[in-house]
């Protein structure tokens, strides 16, 4: 198993910057890619980055390319996603995941483990 612990969301007004980070604990040498996902106010979950603990491959949702960087850190097991630039619409829980495929993907049904999640708020 993999425990997958989000933090560092909160509160922050419009162009306004935060950083989540998630770290993983367990069985983390199964898990091959880490992603984030988030899921907005009555609205489906939705992929917004990922990356690979070898390579450091990534890959970004349109909507966040040029303003979110996802990062990793091998040595702490954790995973952060730098969050500049925020517009209301970024308002959402987020959530981390882990995958164990090797493949870099966006879907949401091919990752194994999930945290909690962390609250995101974006004030205009």
């Known amino acids: 198993q993999v425990q997958l612990v989000e933090s560092g969301g909160g509160l922050v007004q419009a162009g306004g910057s935060l950083r989540l980070s998630c770290a993983a604990s367990g069985r983390t040498f199964s898990t091959s890619v880490m992603g984030w996902f988030r899921q907005p106010p009555g609205k489906e979950r939705e992929f917004v980055a990922a990356?690979?603990?070898?390579?450091?491959?990534?890959v970004y949702a349109d909507s966040v390319k040029g303003r979110f960087i996802i990062s990793r850190d091998n040595a702490k097991s954790t995973v952060y996603l730098q969050m500049d630039n925020l517009k209301p619409e970024d308002t959402a829980v987020y959530y981390c995941?882990?995958?164990?495929?090797?493949?870099?993907?966006?879907?949401?049904?091919?990752?194994?483990?999930w945290g909690q999640g962390t609250q995101v708020t974006v004030s205009s």
């Open positions: 990356t690979t603990w070898s390579t450091g491959w990534t």
């Open positions: 995941a882990a995958d164990s495929s090797g493949m870099l993907t966006r879907r949401a049904d091919e990752y194994d483990y």
